[in-house]
């Protein structure tokens, strides 16, 4: 069952230049108990995309969906009100950065029971066992001392640590993740990916994971959406999207990066010249067309190119034919 | 330059002999402060021409230490030598002369207020090498080897990209043609299109200009991919220092494996491993008996907690630990 279904999500922002498009015409859904990660590069509207999930945007912004439905209820017509009782509750969030998203003149203890204390029925002393719990099952050691601390007393990583506590206190339906490990050691981010899966085992929530790392999303993600200038151009499952990458910016991606044990070591890597377009003012055509090396005609059309569907549950927006492109990739690498 | 890597005898860059950096982290301003040792005993040799990869967690000293290289900090005790020379003798000049630094957030480290060429030509300018027309010239020559546009000379940052900032930054710390550059995790603020342009142009100006790197990252993907040997750094030490594809093979230390298995390459279905490591990184201030890596190692021995193992060679790595006694 979905517990979140998104249907033609856009964004504007309107800006003297013109109108920006940061996020246009999105469609997912994310199962319970599922996760579903979002990749893409930075301006790619994966963070407002959550920011409009959960009616965060910048009051300049405007956003506009068909259908926005969490837990079978739709969050399209809901009054900020209303909202404010789902979010934190239902579903929460964890940011990216923890020194910004913390409040630097509160101690976390004040801080976890903040939510708790909003949405439910319950004592200070009920919600400080409660931080204390997830303080502990986040990996924090004496976790009753630290209430008392002030964020900048804190590492970046234990920070993380007490955002992603945060985002649990109420035992949400669906967290959404905004890079919550990008901050971390590698050691340290292992653990929390291990962390939240089994929180999510436990609890059964889904998880909407952003980021632009490729190894986390292959390892953790059931599902992955990719993202290019405001557009989702591929998904599929995680072994679909990776193992037979369709759209060209997803192969360049997965060419960027080196992989130890297949790269060769010093060897060049791949690169996407050029760079992101603008997407300010009237869109069309591929927005990748510029920097994709088999570009033609038909990727300049008037119309923006539609989703299309290679099996019921993986698509890709690109004229060509996925069978046809190995021939052309192996040409253009000829000329 | 080339010539002399093609000697036989490997001339050494950098070297440093048992360097060792202790802070004081005050309690309030009457009692001495306990020491807290950032950098205890790193001795490294890094050959001309080579890139040096040191990997480590955050607070493992890997920072302090590149600062001491850069001359930025000066060692409690210890010595520093840059081609032979020790750095104590230096003035600031003249190492920032030999020794260059790159940072990781090309956001922050350039100064939003000056266009893109007065950047490049500051270490010129504060050296007084060359007339108007002389630095003029090699900011040009600059950018175009690291791959910016003549126009951009007088763009300021905020008009750039993140790939074409760290250019900048590139820009800014060849222009003294340093034998080393250091080189604090170049990559982690960019995206991964624009990380691989960047580590594409070190690479090759690594050859071009037979410069001496080392590379600071958390990201053992890309030091795998871009160093030459690498050092493993825990709480101050060195664990474990090897050439790449020996310490990628055959990882000696405990803390070396556990660092490499938590490396997620996009690999789906592996799913993500567990290191076993415990999450508390000990306190530094506080740091624990013996061999300080005991308290999270899976193969501790008995006389871990008591007795600080040595520096031994086993097959073609160094390493510290009481495994290989």
Same mark, same amino acid.
């Given at each position: ?51 409009? +999930? ?19 209820? =739709?969050?399209?017509?809901?009054? #900020?009100?209303?909202?404010?009782? $789902? ?19 509160? !101690? $976390? ?5 903040? =939510? ?9 002393? #009920? ?62 981010? %292992? ?14 929530? %889904?998880? +909407? ?38 759209? !060209? ?18 060897? !060049? ?10 997407? +300010? ?55 | ?49 080579? /890139? ?13 230490? %590149? ?9 409690? =005790?210890? #010595? ?18 030999? /020794? ?5 957030? !090309? ?8 266009? $893109? ?74 995206? /991964? ?32 991919? +871009? ?14 220092? %090897? ?55 899976? #193969? ?26």
């Amino acid at each position: 069952m979905s517990i979140l279904t998104v249907e033609n999500l856009s964004v504007d922002i309107p800006l003297a230049g013109g109108v920006l498009h940061p996020v246009r015409d999105i469609s997912f859904s994310v199962e319970a108990g599922k996760t579903l990660a979002i990749v893409g590069e930075s301006g790619c509207g994966k963070s407002l995309t959550s920011l409009a +999930i959960m009616e965060l945007l910048p009051t300049a912004a405007t956003r506009s969906a068909t259908r926005l439905d969490f837990a079978g209820q =739709s969050l399209l017509s809901l009054s #900020e009100r209303r909202m404010s009782d $789902i979010r934190g509750d239902r579903m929460s969030m964890i940011f990216q950065d923890p020194m910004t998203s913390l409040n630097p003149a509160y !101690p $976390i203890g004040d801080q976890l029971e903040e =939510s708790l204390l909003r949405h439910r029925k319950v004592t200070r002393r #009920e919600a400080r066992d409660r931080a204390v719990y997830l303080l502990e099952k986040v990996g924090i050691t004496a976790a009753e001392s630290r209430l008392g601390q002030y964020p900048h007393q804190l590492s970046g990583g234990l920070r993380q640590r007490v955002m992603i506590a945060m985002g649990l206190m109420c035992g949400p339906e669906l967290i959404i993740a905004d890079e919550p490990t990008t901050a971390l050691d590698v050691t340290i981010q %292992a653990q929390i990916l291990l962390l939240l899966a089994d929180l999510q085992k436990e609890f059964g929530m %889904a998880l +909407i994971l952003i980021t632009h790392d490729l190894g986390v999303v292959a390892r953790v993600a059931d599902r992955v959406a990719v993202m290019y200038a405001g557009q989702i151009v591929e998904t599929g499952t995680a072994e679909q999207v990776f193992r037979e990458p369709t759209h !060209p910016y997803t192969r360049g991606l997965l060419e960027c990066i080196p992989i130890p044990g297949k790269t060769a070591p010093g060897s !060049p890597l791949g690169s996407i010249p050029g760079i992101v377009p603008s997407l +300010i003012g009237e869109l069309h055509g591929c927005s990748f067309r510029d920097r994709c090396e088999l570009a033609h005609e038909a990727c300049a059309v008037p119309e923006i190119i539609p989703m299309r569907e290679l099996d019921a549950r993986r698509g890709y927006r690109c004229v060509l034919d996925p069978r046809s492109m190995a021939g052309e990739i192996a040409e253009a690498g000829l000329q | 330059m080339s010539a002399v890597i093609a000697e036989k005898e490997p001339v050494t860059a950098l070297e440093t002999v048992d360097v060792r950096k202790t802070y004081h982290v005050g309690r309030g301003i009457f009692s001495g402060g306990r020491a807290l040792h950032a950098v205890n005993g790193v001795s490294l040799r890094v050959q001309e021409g080579s /890139v040096l990869g040191l990997v480590g967690e955050s607070g493992c000293g890997k920072t302090t230490l %590149a600062k001491m290289l850069l001359g930025l900090e000066t060692p409690t =005790s210890g #010595e520093i030598r840059v081609l032979g020379e020790a750095v104590g003798s230096f003035d600031r000049k003249r190492m920032a002369r030999r /020794v260059q630094p790159i940072f990781q957030d !090309p956001y922050s480290s350039l100064n939003p207020r000056k266009s $893109i060429s007065s950047i490049i030509s500051l270490p010129l300018r504060v050296h007084g090498l060359g007339d108007r027309a002389e630095v003029a010239r090699r900011v040009a020559e600059i950018m175009e080897l690291v791959g910016l546009p003549r126009r951009m000379a007088e763009c300021y940052p905020s008009q750039l990209s993140g790939g074409q900032r760290q250019r900048v930054a590139v820009a800014r710390a060849l222009i003294m043609k340093p034998e080393v550059v250091i080189c604090d995790e170049p990559t982690s603020a960019l995206d /991964v299109s624009v990380q691989a342009q960047i580590l594409n142009l070190l690479q090759d100006l690594r050859t071009e200009l037979g410069l001496t790197y080392i590379v600071i990252s958390h990201n053992l993907a890309v030091v795998e991919h +871009i160093a030459t040997e690498v050092a493993v750094m825990y709480l101050g030490r060195i664990v474990e220092r %090897a050439d790449t594809r020996t310490l990628f093979r055959d990882p000696k230390h405990p803390y070396t494996k556990a660092l490499l298995a938590s490396v997620l390459t996009p690999e789906p279905g592996l799913g993500v491993p567990d290191t076993r490591l415990g999450l508390a990184f000990p306190n530094p201030v506080d740091p624990p008996s013996g061999c300080t890596f005991h308290p999270r190692c899976a #193969e501790v021995l008995e006389k871990c907690p008591r007795e600080a193992p040595q520096m031994r060679v086993v097959d073609r790595t160094e390493v510290e630990c009481h495994l290989y006694n």
